[in-house]
């Protein structure tokens, strides 16, 4: 009878100790190292992003994470994200990193494992891999049809709308004419005669000056200066006027030259130059001439701007 029952006993509950069996044995198995590629297949130079999850046990004290060298049999490394951690109440629990290669080796290869160490303990350590995956590298994308295919058409790529670039062209080019006509009409255009109303009177206003002058003293050095200015500029102001160019700014030499074509007399142009030339050196040479000479360049002034008046 004392045989007979643990026979009994294991019969009645054998149903349950094998359900017991198979479920310890599969979460043993379970691997805490989860391994994902993005894609299977690649054309050479393309990249796939391999993907490495760990899953750490309660009471992990540290992990030997794997490294990959940048080269590897038949694939290259281009970039590598770092390490990241996941926690749950203060404590560590996962870890994660995201890989991305490329190949230019064509065939199919296999991508291989790595090792991952986790401490349990300081006795106690799980030697785990990841997942090793199968990746195709091409020429060009598969095709097991082997059919031909039609050679597609060539496409008519329509002209491009040229018509705003037409008008703003036109438009550029109008302006351009009109700037050219502008500026044509800038230097012919006649400059306006002097009316003989106006020329009687700078004649007018320049005997009169020259009347004014009288009221310097030419014993002192300060008025003959100021006199023999006055009596160049008393000239060029004039000369300006019936030439309709201003003379002010011009030296003597310059409008002694304007005035030569005039043909005056000889004897009068002579004295003109004298008296210019009496004035330039009163101005910047510091001569101090003589009453006598002061009054004759007064009365070449006079008999020059008179003859011109007559001309």
Same mark, same amino acid.
């Given at each position: 009878? !004392?045989? @007979?029952? =643990? %026979?009994?006993? +294991?019969?009645?509950?054998?149903? /349950? ?131 031909? !295919?039609? @050679?597609? =058409? %060539?496409?008519? +790529?329509?002209?491009?709308?040229? /018509? ?136 070449? %002034? ?10």
């Amino acid at each position: 009878m !004392k045989t @007979i029952m =643990p %026979i009994v006993f +294991v019969r009645k509950y054998s149903a /349950f100790i094998i359900a017991c069996l198979l479920i310890g044995s599969a979460a043993f198995a379970q691997s805490p190292i989860t391994t994902t590629i993005d894609k299977n297949n690649i054309l050479i130079g393309e990249q796939l992003k391999l993907k490495v999850e760990a899953a750490l046990p309660p009471g992990t004290s540290s992990v030997d994470w794997f490294s990959i060298p940048d080269s590897l049999e038949h694939f290259e490394v281009i970039s590598r994200t770092k390490i990241d951690s996941s926690y749950t109440d203060n404590v560590l629990t996962g870890l994660s990193q995201s890989i991305t290669l490329t190949s230019f080796d064509s065939g199919q290869w296999r991508m291989p494992s790595f090792p991952i160490d986790i401490h349990l303990s300081a006795d106690s350590i799980q030697h785990l891999f990841t997942d090793t995956a199968s990746i195709g590298v091409y020429f060009l994308t598969s095709d097991t049809t082997n059919t031909l !295919k039609d @050679i597609k =058409p %060539i496409k008519q +790529v329509p002209p491009p709308d040229m /018509f705003w670039y037409w008008v703003i062209g036109a438009v550029l080019v109008l302006l351009l004419i009109a700037a050219i006509i502008w500026i044509i009409y800038l230097f012919k255009k006649e400059k306006p005669a002097v009316s003989a109303r106006s020329i009687a009177s700078a004649y007018k206003e320049a005997m009169n000056a020259i009347e004014r002058l009288d009221e310097y003293d030419l014993t002192d050095a300060h008025q003959v200066k100021i006199f023999h200015s006055r009596l160049a500029e008393i000239f060029k102001e004039y000369l300006s006027h019936i030439q309709n160019k201003n003379r002010l700014s011009q030296t003597t030499s310059e409008v002694l030259i304007s005035v030569k074509e005039k043909q005056l007399d000889g004897e009068i142009f002579s004295n003109l130059a004298a008296a210019l030339r009496c004035s330039d050196a009163v101005k910047f040479a510091k001569y101090h001439p003589s009453v006598n000479i002061s009054k004759d360049s007064q009365l070449s %002034i006079k008999k020059t701007i008179e003859s011109l008046n007559a001309v």
